[in-house]
């Protein structure tokens, strides 16, 4: 499976972007997808990972009530619509995969960074 990511670029705080991954190669049906990113000088963060198929999903505080992630199975396609964006948004955000096993849940892949696969990422900067 290839990830490929699309949607970042510069908005003003405040903003919205929707970022999106495209899945080629297999299908996403039985893999839990998340959201990731990384700023100049930390370490990559889970922001946001949803379930194989109810929907469940986890996101991190700083995002909560801001971020929705969300996925079209038919269209092998993962959503983060992202709205009301800081500065401290700013970072690079990369399209994660791991396939579903019972006992890994959405949580945990986001925040003990259990992924198989990694798309390169897009950029997002959030400037005045």
């Known amino acids: 499976v290839q990830l490929v990511e699309s949607g970042g670029g510069l908005v003003q705080p405040g903003g919205s972007l929707r970022v999106s991954c495209a899945a080629s190669?297999?299908?996403?049906?039985?893999?839990?997808i998340g959201w990731f990113r990384q700023a100049p000088g930390k370490e990559r963060e889970g922001v946001s990972c949803i379930s194989k198929n109810d929907g469940s999903a986890y996101y991190r505080d700083s995002v909560k009530g801001r971020f929705t992630i969300s996925r079209d199975n038919a269209k092998n396609t993962v959503f983060l619509q992202m709205n009301n964006l800081a500065p401290e948004d700013t970072a690079k955000y990369y399209c994660?995969?791991?396939?579903?096993?019972?006992?890994?849940?959405?949580?945990?892949?986001?925040?003990?960074?259990?992924?198989?696969?990694w798309g390169r990422g897009t950029q997002v900067t959030v400037s005045s």
């Open positions: 190669g297999s299908s996403l049906d039985d893999y839990i």
């Open positions: 994660a995969a791991t396939p579903f096993i019972p006992i890994l849940s959405e949580r945990q892949m986001c925040t003990n960074n259990v992924v198989n696969l």
